[in-house]
């Protein structure tokens, strides 16, 4: 039975999605910078910056914003940092997301000091394209063309990596069938948007052959499978998320799909793009965010929907997450000697 909210009326719902948020890779990446920062705020007496970051340390706007504001420059390519800065030995991190070879030659062309805060499942993708390529295939790669995660692995074997978004993109695809075929996907896709496009593949290409283990990492899959359950008890749900988080994006759609009709998902920043008018007549709500969002952003998006009279709380949890990744050695080895 429904509670009030005090004035009588019925108090809304609000349904979590458990897991949630931050995964392992995107937390290793933040907790590198944080690293960087902490050792080197202190010390750095020449006027520079304590650390680079070549693009987004992860997708989030709100991350971003708070890394540079300790102290950390963001830049879109590794041209903007200063000759200055590479001889005095600036650390340069590498995003969650990963780059190609081609990044990684310019930064040691010009002497950078690199830590590499790439997630280690999207290295892992890394690794098996090589393999597969030393091994005389070519590989299908299903992503999202400029997202920094697909043009990093792509850019590992541009010639043997032909990149695909949807399944009517496989028709533009043509392998005699003595090519050695093997399919990998970018890490942060949903795994109901790559069945079809894998199923077109398997008609046209009947002999690819499918990756040892699936790349859809861990936490994407457990967020998608979370979100589902939390849509089937929802009148509508938000994620929160960066528009250009792919994996949060991901979720506003398993979202829509999982209200069947019933509502709409809705994707925000954070609890100031909410809209008291997307929640008239609506008795419950779900809530779940991308793997890139800060949980105060969450908690910032709950006291709005207080506010709006959704007082009741209650938690959807599908499995408990459990994975942790270390530091980039060359930080742990900078720990060890401190210590």
């Known amino acids: 039975m429904q509670g ?16 949630r948020g931050f995964c392992a890779g995107v937390d290793r990446a933040i907790l590198t910078v944080q690293t960087i920062l902490r ?3 202190a010390v750095r007496g020449d006027g520079l910056p304590p650390v680079y970051v070549r693009r987004q340390i992860v997708h989030n706007r709100h991350v971003v914003e708070e890394l540079a504001a300790q102290g950390a420059v963001f830049v879109e390519e590794l041209a903007e940092v200063p000759d200055e800065a590479v001889a005095a030995g600036v650390p340069v991190v ?13 930064a040691e062309r010009r002497g950078m000091h690199v830590v590499d805060a790439t997630c280690p499942l999207v290295s892992k993708v890394h690794r098996e394209v090589l393999r597969f390529v030393r091994e005389g295939y070519e590989i299908v790669y299903i992503g999202h063309r400029g997202h920094d995660e697909a043009v990093g692995v792509v850019g590992e074997a541009p010639g043997h990596v032909h990149l695909i978004e949807h399944e009517s993109d496989v028709e533009l695809l043509d392998f005699p ?6 399919l990998l996907t970018q890490t942060t896709l949903s795994v109901d948007e790559t069945a079809g496009t894998i199923a077109a593949l398997k008609r046209r290409f009947p002999w690819l052959q499918m990756p040892p283990s699936s790349d859809i990492c861990y936490a994407t899959s457990n967020r998608q499978a979370a979100v589902k359950l939390v849509a089937e008890q929802s009148d509508c749900v938000v994620v929160v998320g960066s528009a250009n988080s792919s994996n949060s994006v991901r979720l506003m759609e ?20 909410l809209e008291r008018g997307w929640f008239e007549g609506v008795s419950t709500v779900g809530v779940s965010s991308g793997a890139s969002v800060p949980d105060e ?22 499995v408990k ?16 000697a401190r210590g």
């Not at 590498?94 to 310019?106: D, R, T």
């Not at 069938?177 to 093997?182: G, I, K, N, S």
């Not at 997450?321 to 060890?336: C, D, G, K, Y």
Request: aromatic residues 6%.
């Open 4 to 19: 009030t909210d005090g004035s009588g009326a019925a108090a809304g719902r609000i349904v979590l999605a458990d897991p």
């Open 94 to 106: 590498f995003s969650a997301h990963g780059v190609s070879p081609e990044v990684k030659a310019e």
């Open 321 to 336: 997450e459990n994975m942790h990744f270390v530091l980039p050695a060359e930080l742990r080895q900078r720990a060890s």
């Open 297 to 318: 952003l969450v908690r910032g998006v709950v006291d709005a929907l207080r506010g709006f009279g959704f007082t009741e709380v209650s938690t959807v949890g599908t």
């Open 177 to 182: 069938p003595t090519t050695r075929l093997v």
């Open 39 to 41: 050792s080197a705020g």
């Open 254 to 273: 398993v979202a829509q799909e999982g209200l069947a009709g019933r509502g709409r998902a809705w994707r925000v920043d954070d609890a100031s793009e």
